[in-house]
């Protein structure tokens, strides 16, 4: 279960919301300048909330009240932006293996090859990133944070910035991801209908508060 109760200002603009989800995956929908990217950024810890606390499976990541703050690489938490954040200097396959380098995990050969399968990223793994499409680059990062053993993925965007077509490329694996991959996802789109494909659970944000919270049927039309 991720559980968030947080506060916090920032400049003329505030966050005050609470929410628990058990879902597979989380989506966090809502309007450009909602809320949606500082709220993920405190679950990964890249912010501190003013007030509250953040809890995954149990595990108290924040805690204001007790002056709590888990570090970002103690979190156990990937993170894959909108624009993926290669390593244009490393290859493929230096990519895949930073966060378990690290995060200082041993190898796992049939991981690798598992979500090499997975992504469909095997024969991309001695190219630079450079030679890569949007699509292919959103996947590799993808890899780049499951290997990293998460316990929690937050995905911002990870098809804001692609095309109608990689857009469609892409989702099949997102929905590969959720199913067989095992690792809860918090999903932020202003997109309703990739939400509908993704989440089980939505948190609707307006203006940095919970407008609604509830299953795919409170997304709007």
Known sequence: MLRVEVSKQLGNFSIDVAFASEGRVTGLFGAS???????VGMIAGLQKPDRGMISVDGDTLDDTAHNLH???HRRRIGYVFQDARLFPHLDVRRNLDYGRRMNRLTPDPAQETRLNEMLNIGHLLDRRPGQLSGGERQRVALGRALLARPRLLLLDEPLGSLDGSRKAEI???????????????????????????????IVMLKRGRVAAFGGIDILPA
Do not use: I
């Open 171 to 201: 989702l099949p694996y997102l929905m590969r991801l959720r199913d067989e991959a095992g690792v809860p996802m918090v999903y932020v789109s202003h997109d309703p209908d990739e939400l509908r494909q993704l989440a089980s659970q």
């Open 33 to 39: 300048g909602a809320g949606k990217t500082s709220l």
């Open 70 to 72: 888990v570090a970002v």
